[in-house]
């Protein structure tokens, strides 16, 4: 699942200025700022979006002419439009938008960008200190080999004949079709290594260290080839790994964050740049999955965005049409459907006069998932949300805010310090049908081990829902 909608526009917002010499927009996540702008300013961003057509912002009128509400959509990092530099912020801590990038590295591997990015707010160039760094401790171990097939035309025969090309040819012996496995470097992992080192080196605010970790990277994969950005991104999707490449994991991970970035490219002038924003919807549907498929990966079989039929219409011209359905996460056992999860960033707002003891999720979401429980013939499912992203600033932690979500039941979740963090939960029965829908949320606004003890807590959740959902 791709995490990063980009767009190639400008030089990345490190330039701290635009052309007029006016700061940057420092907007945050979600949150409404009223800006004075012009109309060519308000359209180049109210259009500014990335490859999936997504807008990043959101533009209404303000209350005075000339006056503009501008509230950023669920995208974090930074863009140029109309001059304009725009920083988006995220609500949560930025080292914690390091976990949820989830490269399997523990906290102290990005401890330095999520300083440097709580600083600047430059994503990009945090990302490609981060990227070199790790490629770095990946080739530490020595450059990844493996055998590779090849196969061509030779004078003298090396491996294996091909005979079915060389049957081809009419009776020609020479030069022989031949094919062979050679143990070399010049494989996908390091392919896609080399290509994120040289895209990385054209972004600007990188320190001079990183820059130079880049070079050395380079010298390294010197007698490896470098493919096409489009082609490194396929092999990286379709990437398998072993314990014999395992160790390469976190780099591949966000050498694909970088990649992505560069499939669009434009130039204005003499000027080559790039815009870069996480989509933190599909970052913390991906993030999410990830470690549930971690923990649960021994007892279920863990499948994300998995088609299933919903349903059958009549059959017309002799043709039935079949209607299925796509869940965020199935838990297959023994070949059934076991349990089912739709997995939402954002959290409903609820009004506390009218419905102070309602479940918190979206109406609509609960829809959508009983949909999903009655086509798989589950007696339960799950929501999972995000907290943070609607957090009242003004209260305590585990005050109004936490004690207002949870309906029917608050669970706990133990962290490494031995400190409890609760784990906000809500079900609601469906009249009728008897199916239960659950809602739980992850607070993304703790420590990193916090967020942990919650994941835990989920799977845990989940793997009683499953036993109980599929009980006679």
Not at 90 to 105: S, T, Y
Not at 344 to 359: H, I, M, N, S
Not at 381 to 393: A, K, P
Request: proline content about 4%; glycine content about 8%.
């Amino acid at each position: 699942m791709p995490v990063v909608d980009t767009l190639m526009r400008s030089s990345t917002a490190a330039a701290a200025r635009d052309d007029d010499g006016l700061p940057p927009l420092l907007l945050t996540e979600s949150e409404p700022e009223s800006l004075d702008l012009t109309q060519a300013q308000a359209n180049a961003l109210a259009k500014a979006r990335g490859r999936t057509g997504r807008n990043w912002l959101q533009l209404d009128f303000g209350e005075q002419t000339g006056r503009w509400i501008v509230t950023p959509r669920n995208f974090v990092g930074s863009f140029i439009a109309a001059g304009l530099s725009v920083i988006v912020r995220p609500k949560i801590k930025p080292e914690n938008l390091f976990a949820l990038l989830e490269v399997g590295l523990p906290r102290a591997a990005w401890r330095q960008e999520a300083t440097d990015y709580a600083s600047t707010y430059e994503l990009l160039p945090a990302l490609v200190s981060f990227f070199a760094r790790t490629a770095e401790t990946a080739l530490a171990r020595g450059l990844f080999h493996h055998y590779r097939r090849d196969e061509g035309d030779l004078l003298a025969l090396r491996g294996r004949i091909d005979f079915a090309r060389q049957f081809r040819r009419g009776g020609v012996l020479v030069p022989i079709a031949c094919s062979w496995e050679e143990f070399t470097p010049d494989v996908d992992e390091n392919r896609c290594l080399r290509v994120a080192a040289r895209r990385s080196l054209q972004v600007q605010g990188v320190p001079g260290d990183d820059q130079r970790r880049l070079h050395r990277l380079l010298a390294a994969l010197d007698s490896v080839g470098e493919p096409a950005v489009s082609t490194a991104l396929n092999r990286l999707h379709w990437m398998q790994y072993t314990r014999l490449n395992e160790h390469y994991r976190p780099a591949l991970g966000l050498a694909r964050l970088i990649l992505s970035n560069f499939t669009l490219q434009d130039r204005h002038g003499d000027t080559s740049a790039s815009a870069f924003m996480l989509d933190m919807n599909r970052l913390f549907e991906n993030f999410i999955t990830t470690r549930l498929q971690r923990k649960l990966g021994s007892l279920f079989d863990v499948r994300e965005q998995a088609t299933s039929a919903f349903g059958e219409s009549e059959v017309i011209e002799n043709r039935q049409k079949h209607v299925s359905v796509r869940p965020d996460l199935l838990l297959r056992q023994g070949g059934r459907v076991v349990g089912v999860a739709d997995i939402k960033y954002k959290l409903a707002a609820r009004d506390k006069r009218t419905d102070p003891d309602g479940a918190y999720g979206r109406a609509s979401d609960y829809y959508q998932l009983l949909a999903y429980a009655t086509a798989l013939k589950l007696k339960e499912g799950t929501l999972i949300y995000c907290t943070d992203v609607n957090r009242d600033e003004s209260s305590e932690p585990d005050g109004p805010v936490g004690s207002d979500r949870a309906s029917s039941g608050t669970g706990e979740a133990s962290n490494h310090d031995g400190s409890v963090t609760p784990l906000v939960e809500s079900t609601i029965t469906v009249q009728h049908v008897g199916t239960k829908l659950h809602a739980i949320a992850i607070d993304l606004s703790g420590s990193p081990s916090s967020i942990d003890a919650q994941i835990n807590a989920l799977a845990g959740h989940l793997e009683t829902s499953a036993e109980r959902s599929v009980a006679p």
